[in-house]
């Protein structure tokens, strides 16, 4: 099925299966139920799990397919969300034109980049990779402030040209942004029982543009491109002996990255047509980073689900608070319900980096393969508990 064996396209399917029923599957608890604060099946969120697994899945050819760690992913990703409301103000508010650009943008950039720091490898490779962010950053945020708007970030007014498409609308707000006329905003709620699911456009234009990237990476992983990535990340030095030069490679799958990173920021401002200077910062590429050891480095899916992961965390764990969990605990006898209450809320609310802390450090410590290989082992544990029992049943009564 389009060129992918039976293994991937299988997990192709598993994957397009669940970004398309993500409605569904994220919104598990009634409504009025105490448990409905888990639910993630809410437009924006579902919006980000999808546009940070696209982050992921770039970052993920640079660093588990090719081996290197780059700490500035976050200045592409910066890069495309500016190049996308530019286009919102100078063009139309049509999305497409602004991914394309976004794309475009941040390959070049990356381009620029790579070819400087690739001349390094190792820990001087991500310093260099982390120094050129911060300084996109410091850039954005104070130097470059006619483009970027400095502190308060670029966004749409009503000022803006838009040479192919109306600068207000009939009642004078600011155009929303659309698909040929299909506005991102625009959302169906439906009720089933007690259940209530939201499809958004915007989520799955986002969705479908994930499964087309997904479908991408999982080509360049097969390929023989593919295959001279792993050969550097195993042992470069090696390939240098047989007389090949690997950094045609290493730049390539640093501007293929790049350019991951760049249509994940041009989506963020497709969907919300903002752009700060916030998105460049080291945390942020750290943060993707965290996604793709956490899901499973080098792995097809591990990225994108280190992202829904991370995302999940720091949207809906952070919002439970003190009050929650009194209301959890109600039922225990006061001293102990209050000291139960003040040791979690250390982990939730606020303190939720550190429930991801502890994860992280127990997924590094015991699934050094992330959830992929935590997955990967429940699967071989059922897969002998059912072939041991179907040597009992044939084994011939003595």
């Given at each position: 099925?389009?060129?992918?064996?039976?293994?991937?396209?299988?997990?192709?399917i598993i994957v397009a299966i669940l970004t398309m029923c993500a409605p569904f599957i994220l919104n598990p608890f009634p409504a009025d139920s105490a448990m409905a604060q888990f639910n993630a099946g809410y437009p924006d969120l579902m919006q980000?799990?999808?546009?940070?697994?696209?982050?992921?899945?770039?970052?993920?050819?640079?660093?588990?397919?090719?081996?290197?760690?780059?700490?500035?992913?976050?200045?592409?990703?910066?890069?495309?969300?500016?190049?996308?409301?530019?286009?919102?103000?100078?063009?139309?508010?049509?999305?497409?034109?602004?991914?394309?650009?976004?794309?475009?943008?941040?390959?070049?950039?990356?381009?620029?980049?790579?070819?400087?720091?690739?001349?390094?490898?190792?820990?001087?490779?991500?310093?260099?990779?982390?120094?050129?962010?911060?300084?996109?950053?410091?850039?954005?945020?104070?130097?470059?402030?006619?483009?970027?708007?400095?502190?308060?970030?670029?966004?749409?007014?009503?000022?803006?040209?838009?040479?192919?498409?109306?600068?207000?609308?009939?009642?004078?707000?600011?155009?929303?942004?659309?698909?040929?006329?299909?506005?991102?905003?625009?959302?169906?709620?439906?009720?089933v029982g007690p259940w209530s699911f939201t499809f958004s456009a915007g989520y799955y234009v986002c969705a479908v543009i994930l499964l087309i990237a997904f479908y991408l990476s999982i080509r360049i992983f097969r390929s023989p491109f593919g295959?001279?990535?792993?050969?550097?990340?195993?042992?470069?030095?090696?390939?240098?002996?047989?007389?090949?030069?690997?950094?045609?490679?290493?730049?390539?799958?640093?501007?293929?990255?790049?350019?991951?990173?760049?249509?994940?920021?041009?989506?963020?401002?497709?969907?919300?047509?903002?752009?700060?200077?916030?998105?460049?910062?080291?945390?942020?590429?750290?943060?993707?980073?965290?996604?793709?050891?956490?899901?499973?480095?080098?792995?097809?899916?591990?990225?994108?689900?280190?992202?829904?992961?991370?995302?999940?965390?720091?949207?809906?764990?952070?919002?439970?608070?003190?009050?929650?969990?009194?209301?959890?605990?109600?039922?225990?006898?006061?001293?102990?319900?209050?000291?139960?209450?003040?040791?979690?809320?250390?982990?939730?609310?606020?303190?939720?980096?550190?429930?991801l802390g502890v994860i992280f450090m127990l997924v590094v410590i015991f699934l050094p393969g992330g959830l992929v290989e935590g997955g990967q082992r429940i699967g071989r544990l059922f897969g002998r508990k059912k072939a041991a029992t179907k040597?009992?049943?044939?084994?011939?009564?003595?």
């Open positions: 099925m389009f060129g992918l064996d039976k293994k991937d396209g299988t997990l192709l980000r799990f999808v546009i940070f697994g696209i982050f992921a899945i770039g970052f993920n050819i640079l660093f588990g397919l090719t081996g290197y760690l780059s700490f500035g992913h976050a200045a592409f990703l910066g890069v495309g969300s500016y190049s996308a409301v530019w286009m919102f103000k100078l063009l139309s508010m049509n999305i497409l034109p602004a991914i394309i650009l976004s794309v475009i943008i941040a390959g070049l950039f990356a381009l620029v980049i790579g070819f400087v720091s690739l001349r390094r490898s190792g820990i001087y490779f991500s310093i260099l990779t982390l120094a050129f962010a911060q300084m996109s950053f410091a850039l954005a945020y104070s130097v470059l402030t006619p483009i970027t708007n400095g502190e308060t970030g670029l966004q749409v007014t009503l000022d803006d040209p838009r040479i192919l498409g109306m600068s207000a609308t009939a009642d004078g707000s600011i155009p929303v942004t659309n698909l040929f006329g299909l506005e991102m905003r625009a959302a169906y709620d439906m009720a295959m001279m990535l792993r050969a550097i990340k195993s042992n470069q030095t090696r390939m240098n002996y047989t007389g090949l030069n690997p950094k045609p490679y290493t730049l390539a799958a640093f501007v293929i990255s790049g350019m991951y990173a760049g249509l994940a920021g041009g989506l963020l401002a497709a969907m919300d047509p903002l752009a700060g200077a916030e998105r460049m910062q080291w945390t942020a590429s750290g943060e993707v980073v965290l996604m793709t050891i956490l899901g499973g480095a080098g792995t097809l899916i591990g990225p994108v689900l280190g992202a829904g992961m991370i995302k999940y965390f720091e949207n809906i764990f952070s919002k439970i608070n003190e009050a929650t969990l009194h209301g959890w605990f109600d039922f225990l006898p006061e001293p102990l319900e209050n000291a139960t209450v003040w040791v979690l809320e250390h982990f939730v609310g606020a303190g939720w980096h550190l429930t040597a009992a049943e044939t084994k011939p009564a003595e």
